[in-house]
């Protein structure tokens, strides 16, 4: 099971942290991504990490602003969102693909096989 929380509402420039708690799972064995949904638009990949924490990628259009990041003690995966933009606002979701013990970063949707409910980014001009 996936939950996201930390979405909200904010100004252009501004930052919000996006949590994914896990459970159910052995969380070290999943690489963890988040994806975007805009009103009207195809749901698009935004980051990547893989289960270990050593490979990470990223959408061009938030390289250098967003973080993804994961902490196993916690089972939970992040997205610090700094300098955001009006475009980024979009529902977003976290996804979970079991890999083993394989450094995998999936960057597709069909490759995850578990999703959470969203949680709603609204960033104001």
């Known amino acids: 099971q996936l939950v996201e929380s930390g979405g909200g509402l904010v100004q252009a420039g501004g930052s919000l942290r996006l949590s994914c708690a896990t459970s159910?799972?052995?969380?070290?064995?999943?690489?963890m991504g988040w994806f975007r949904q805009a009103a009207g638009k195809e749901r698009e990949f935004v980051a990547a990490?893989?289960?270990?924490?050593?490979?990470?990628r990223y959408a061009d259009s938030v390289k250098g602003r967003f973080t993804i990041s994961r902490d196993t003690a916690k089972s939970t995966a992040y997205l610090q969102m700094n300098i955001l933009e009006p475009r980024d606002t979009a529902d977003y979701y976290c996804?979970?693909?079991?890999?083993?013990?394989?450094?995998?970063?999936?960057?597709?949707?069909?490759?995850?096989?578990?999703w959470g409910q969203g949680t709603q980014v609204t960033v104001s001009a």
């Open positions: 990490i893989s289960r270990g924490g050593r490979d990470r």
């Open positions: 996804a979970a693909r079991h890999v083993g013990e394989i450094e995998y970063t999936p960057t597709v949707r069909s490759a995850y096989g578990d």
């Open positions: 159910g799972g052995v969380f070290s064995n999943y690489a």
